[in-house]
């Protein structure tokens, strides 16, 4: 049995949503609030021991040209910072995720669609 969160990493925002790979039924969580990476590391670590995850799928925010710019920059460094604390991710290339229209978390929505 594998668990899994998938993140669309912002700023200030972070959309998670929850994978247990036996269910096959991929949740959209409550959208996390932050002010700094630190704040969000330590949600996280929360989140993944309460949820027992074993890996994490992180959306990865290429231009639509497909380089990486000031966004794509600040979730590679974040992601290092996962990586120092023993989490196993990989990167998912995020473009076209966040859902137009009106949605009731659009953050949650674009890491759901991440699976």
């Given amino acids: 049995m594998t668990r899994i969160l998938a993140l669309d990493i912002g700023t200030k925002r972070t959309g998670v949503a929850f994978l247990d790979e ?3 039924v ?3 969580l409550e959208t996390l609030r932050h002010d700094s990476v630190s704040a969000l590391l330590e949600q996280l670590s929360i989140l993944i021991a309460e949820r027992h995850i074993d ?3 992180v959306g990865l925010p290429l231009l639509p040209s497909g380089e990486e710019g000031s966004q794509a920059r600040l979730v590679r460094s974040i ?4 990586l120092l604390r023993g989490w196993k991710l990989t990167l998912k290339d995020e473009r076209y995720t966040t859902p137009r ?3 009731a978390d ?3 929505i ?3 669609n991440l699976f």
């Avoid at 992601?79 to 996962?82: D, L, R, S, V």
């Fill in 22 to 24: 036996d269910v096959q």
């Fill in 26 to 28: 991929p949740l959209p």
């Fill in 55 to 57: 890996r994490l799928i």
């Fill in 79 to 82: 992601t290092e910072q996962m």
């Fill in 101 to 103: 229209g009106k949605s």
């Fill in 106 to 108: 659009p953050d949650a």
């Fill in 110 to 112: 674009a890491a759901l």
